[in-house]
């Protein structure tokens, strides 16, 4: 039988509305589970530097430490292992990634004059020189050699030091060292607070 | 598509057959919050946002720790804080993790008329898929925590996915892995259950909690995130946790007799007209061949 166009006009609009109401659908309707987005990266066990804890945390970067990956870091967790932590993290060690990757981060000295509302950049060795100049000012004009009992004491007043959290050993031991020298008494620490 | 397909015990949208209905022996996931022991330090907030790669928020301030007043859509984790005045006039900081509980009966799965945009897997965890959503904002509806949260970016609705890309190879979520204080546990729901059990028997024995107990509310068929609470008769002290949360009635009627009332309306309707149409032919309305011939001469 010679089928005219009305026809097959005819049988094609049929068909569509059929497969529409009786739900004909080609594609399978199945769940896609997302990926587990460091089963590969490569781990490296390192400690969190922030507070006195020590907690183990477990680095992952993309790339499976190949010569020709640059490694870059995708994600920061507990180390299960680590006897500290056993794999926990508090919101701050929970956030380490922030650390390499906020674009808000710091990378460079910057300096706040007195009086101004802005931050100016300032490079490192400018911001040695003016550190030293105003350690040396300020020692001068405030150093003790006897207190009003007539004791040597030979300390800095005008001057304090504070240390942060993620300030290692070694660090602390060359700052106290340092800054004893300059006769400091106030030597803080921010973790204490 | 993935091995998950055979791990589906219900689809939303869907008309048919289900593959992994009654034929996967998965075991139950659990994630159990202890809100005794959580010292609200948000841990689990940031881990969250962490390992789901979502930007921290802005935060608001309402004169407590809480980081804003509900989750959002790209902040599933929310540590809600309530300052609760007990009647002998003494302070209670109450802390709960709120996230979604994954119900063993969903009621965003059953709002959802988007085919396979919300599935429920056999260990219990109910996902989004987002390639699937239609951003309806149904499944808003029909969930009584208040949990699926509209992105007005991605014109879809989020929410936590019980990390199942870690659990699907065996790791627990980036929440409980966080809790520095162990309030937070992870398990099959049968031992969280029985931890849960103890705990609160603990609490009523020798903490003076009386009313210490388990929150896994059986209108939505148990959690898959239970609850320890000081106090189980007023959950609504935990951040608005609701007493007995049930899917919508509205959501129930139509979804299930409203739809099979309404097909059946639209297939006899057009089952009448044919058989009207064989029946009495076409409408002729009288007089209107009379006129249509005056009109000629």
């Known amino acids: 039988m010679q089928e005219s166009r009305r026809d097959f006009f005819k049988a094609a609009t049929v068909g569509m509305v059929g497969a529409t109401v009786f739900g004909f659908d080609l594609k399978p309707a199945y769940a896609q589970l997302k990926e587990l987005k460091i089963a590969r990266a490569a781990e490296t066990r390192s400690t969190c530097p922030y507070c006195a804890v020590g907690c183990g945390v477990l680095i992952y970067t993309i790339g499976d430490r190949a010569k020709n990956v640059t490694p870059q870091v995708i994600h920061v967790e507990g180390d299960p292992d680590h006897p500290t932590n056993r794999g926990t993290l508090c919101p701050k060690g929970s956030s380490l990634e922030q650390d390499m990757l906020n674009p808000r981060r710091l990378t460079k000295p910057q300096v706040r004059r007195p009086g101004a509302t802005e931050w100016q950049d300032i490079s490192w060795d400018d911001a040695l020189n003016e550190i030293a100049r105003w350690t040396k000012k300020t020692r001068d004009e405030t150093f003790v050699e006897k207190d009003a009992n007539g004791h040597t004491v030979n300390r800095c007043e005008g001057i304090s030091f504070i240390g942060g959290c993620t300030d290692t050993n070694e660090f602390n031991y060359l700052v106290v060292k340092a800054m004893r020298g300059l006769g400091l008494v106030y030597l803080e620490n921010q973790a204490r607070v | 598509m993935s091995q998950a397909a055979t791990e589906l015990i219900r689809i939303s949208g869907h008309a048919g057959t289900v593959p992994g209905a009654g034929l996967n022996r998965e075991f139950q996931v659990c994630k159990l919050v202890d809100t005794t022991t959580c010292i609200g330090c948000k841990a689990c907030e940031v881990?969250?946002?962490?390992?789901?790669?979502?930007?921290?928020?802005?935060?608001?301030?309402?004169?407590?720790?809480?980081?804003?007043?509900?989750?959002?859509?790209?902040?599933?984790?929310?540590?809600?804080?309530?300052?609760?005045?007990?009647?002998?006039?003494?302070?209670?900081?109450?802390?709960?993790?709120?996230?979604?509980?994954?119900?063993?009966?969903?009621?965003?799965?059953?709002?959802?008329?988007?085919?396979?945009?919300?599935?429920?897997?056999?260990?219990?965890?109910?996902?989004?898929?987002?390639?699937?959503?239609?951003?309806?904002?149904?499944?808003?509806?029909?969930?009584?925590?208040?949990?699926?949260?509209?992105?007005?970016?991605?014109?879809?609705?989020?929410?936590?996915?019980?990390?199942?890309?870690?659990?699907?190879?065996?790791?627990?979520?980036?929440?409980?892995?966080?809790?520095?204080?162990?309030?937070?546990?992870?398990?099959?729901?049968?031992?969280?259950?029985?931890?849960?059990?103890?705990?609160?028997?603990?609490?009523?024995?020798?903490?003076?909690?009386?009313?210490?107990?388990?929150?896994?509310?059986?209108?939505?068929?148990?959690?898959?995130?239970?609850?320890?609470?000081?106090?189980?008769?007023?959950?609504?002290?935990?951040?608005?946790?609701?007493?007995n949360p049930q899917v919508p009635l509205m959501v129930r009627l139509w979804k299930h007799p409203l739809k099979w009332i309404g097909n059946f309306g639209i297939i006899f309707g057009v089952v009448g007209v044919f058989i009207h149409y064989l029946r009495y032919g076409p409408k002729v309305v009288e007089g209107d061949e009379d006129k249509g011939h005056g009109a000629k001469p």
């Open chain 2, 47 to 243: 881990a969250c946002l962490e390992w789901n790669g979502y930007t921290f928020s802005e935060t608001t301030f309402n004169n407590s720790y809480q980081t804003m007043p509900e989750t959002a859509w790209n902040y599933w984790n929310l540590i809600k804080f309530n300052e609760h005045e007990r009647e002998d006039g003494t302070l209670m900081l109450l802390m709960r993790k709120d996230q979604c509980m994954h119900c063993e009966d969903p009621g965003c799965l059953a709002a959802c008329p988007a085919e396979a945009a919300i599935v429920q897997y056999a260990n219990g965890i109910v996902d989004f898929q987002e390639a699937n959503c239609i951003g309806c904002g149904y499944c808003m509806t029909g969930c009584p925590f208040n949990i699926p949260k509209f992105s007005p970016k991605a014109r879809k609705v989020f929410k936590c996915t019980l990390c199942n890309d870690r659990v699907s190879v065996g790791l627990e979520p980036a929440c409980i892995k966080a809790c520095p204080t162990g309030c937070l546990h992870f398990g099959t729901k049968k031992e969280m259950k029985e931890l849960a059990e103890t705990r609160a028997e603990q609490l009523r024995e020798h903490s003076g909690y009386r009313e210490a107990g388990v929150y896994d509310p059986p209108g939505v068929g148990g959690t898959h995130v239970i609850y320890v609470l000081h106090d189980a008769k007023n959950p609504e002290l935990y951040g608005g946790l609701p007493k």
